[in-house]
């Protein structure tokens, strides 16, 4: 099994419990822990069975408090499951924050953090999860089987973030968008066909290509305005010269 704990977290073990078992991590629900503490390890360790497999603070910071591969108990039947005799588990990450309100953009950072580390470590489809005993990524509510007193966790603000930018991120990083042709910018012939090129690319290739076409082509404007101020000056001195 990959690493049990996420890299750059901060590790505040939580001891298994009898009522929670081993699991082979399949996908991840997102919560809200309608708390501004930073940090639930203490509240935890009081609740009786009641935990998370982490916490993500405010500012983005997580706090790991199980191995991935143990059992937390904050989604009812998705905490796990037996099929085929084998135990599989949803991972579980409570967030700071009240009921109402957005996730921070450094939550959202790092919900996308563990979303792509599980994905490449665990192999964990990048998808919403297709149903409450099944691979993927989602958050409390989702399900009546995750969430079996009808919380809304977590808030609709959050569950239209998660699919306003998490699912579509989700799909990017799937199937990255293919990068319109760099080749055309960097043999183009004519100063025409370069901006033409690299319009296409800055509209609508990776980001990083984007960036670099953007700066590509207000570098050519630039150089564009500079000869035109040039050739300017050189006319005004050969009319000087004539005089
Ligand atoms: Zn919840």
């Given at each position: 099994m990959p690493e049990l704990w996420l890299p750059g977290v901060v590790k505040k073990p939580i001891p298994q419990g009898a009522n929670d078992p081993l699991i082979i991590p399949v996908g991840d629900v997102f919560h809200i822990a309608v708390s501004e503490a930073a940090s639930l390890h203490d509240f935890f360790e009081r609740s009786g069975g009641i935990e998370s497999t982490g916490y993500i603070r405010r500012d983005g910071t997580i706090e790991q408090?199980?191995?991935?591969?143990v059992e937390c108990d904050a989604q009812g039947d998705g905490n796990s499951w037996v099929r085929d005799g084998k135990r599989y588990g949803l991972n579980s990450w409570e967030t700071q924050g009240m009921g109402e309100g957005e996730w921070t953009p450094q939550q959202i950072a790092s919900i996308k953090f563990i979303i792509g580390w599980k994905h490449r470590n665990?192999?964990?489809?990048?998808?919403?999860?297709?149903?409450?005993?099944?691979?993927g990524f989602g958050y409390h509510r989702m399900f009546k089987q995750w969430n079996k007193n009808a919380?809304?966790?977590?808030g609709s603000d959050r569950v239209q973030q998660f699919h306003g930018v998490i699912v579509p991120w989700m799909k990017e990083q799937a199937h990255p968008a293919k990068t319109p042709n760099i080749t055309a910018i960097l043999r183009a012939k004519t100063r025409e066909a370069r901006i033409a090129a690299a319009q296409k690319v800055a509209s609508r290739g990776s980001s990083e290509a984007k960036a670099a076409a953007h700066d590509l082509l207000s570098a050519m404007t630039a150089l564009h305005r500079a000869e035109q101020a040039r050739d300017a000056a050189l006319a005004a001195l050969r009319k000087l010269e004539r005089k």
């Amino acid at each position: 099994m990959p690493e049990l704990w996420l890299p750059g977290v901060v590790k505040k073990p939580i001891p298994q419990g009898a009522n929670d078992p081993l699991i082979i991590p399949v996908g991840d629900v997102f919560h809200i822990a309608v708390s501004e503490a930073a940090s639930l390890h203490d509240f935890f360790e009081r609740s009786g069975g009641i935990e998370s497999t982490g916490y993500i603070r405010r500012d983005g910071t997580i706090e790991q408090y199980r191995p991935l591969n143990v059992e937390c108990d904050a989604q009812g039947d998705g905490n796990s499951w037996v099929r085929d005799g084998k135990r599989y588990g949803l991972n579980s990450w409570e967030t700071q924050g009240m009921g109402e309100g957005e996730w921070t953009p450094q939550q959202i950072a790092s919900i996308k953090f563990i979303i792509g580390w599980k994905h490449r470590n665990y192999g964990t489809p990048l998808r919403l999860n297709p149903g409450p005993n099944a691979s993927g990524f989602g958050y409390h509510r989702m399900f009546k089987q995750w969430n079996k007193n009808a919380h809304s966790c977590p808030g609709s603000d959050r569950v239209q973030q998660f699919h306003g930018v998490i699912v579509p991120w989700m799909k990017e990083q799937a199937h990255p968008a293919k990068t319109p042709n760099i080749t055309a910018i960097l043999r183009a012939k004519t100063r025409e066909a370069r901006i033409a090129a690299a319009q296409k690319v800055a509209s609508r290739g990776s980001s990083e290509a984007k960036a670099a076409a953007h700066d590509l082509l207000s570098a050519m404007t630039a150089l564009h305005r500079a000869e035109q101020a040039r050739d300017a000056a050189l006319a005004a001195l050969r009319k000087l010269e004539r005089k």
